[in-house]
């Protein structure tokens, strides 16, 4: 049984929404302020960025972070008046 972690869920999202933007990795790099060669780990899931490299990556590609919440088995509270 595979197991899916956060590293190849984060990877995946970069990935695929990296190419349907039509951006390069120099291009995803330079714009979250770190080396290209520090994009391609994260990209294959070899590293996790810091939080605000993750933060700068999820805003600029805009993706969905409950994808995130579900692997690490978050949930968020909805508060109700």
Known sequence: MSRVTLKLTFSGAVLQKRKALG???EDVAD???ISVR????IEKGVRLPSFI???RLIVLL???VTTFL???NIRVPVHTR
């Open 23 to 25: 951006l390069t990795q």
């Open 70 to 72: 579900k692997v690490v």
């Open 31 to 33: 714009a979250v302020s």
């Open 62 to 64: 805009d993706l969905d």
């Open 53 to 55: 490299v993750a933060l």
């Open 38 to 41: 520090w994009f391609q780990l």
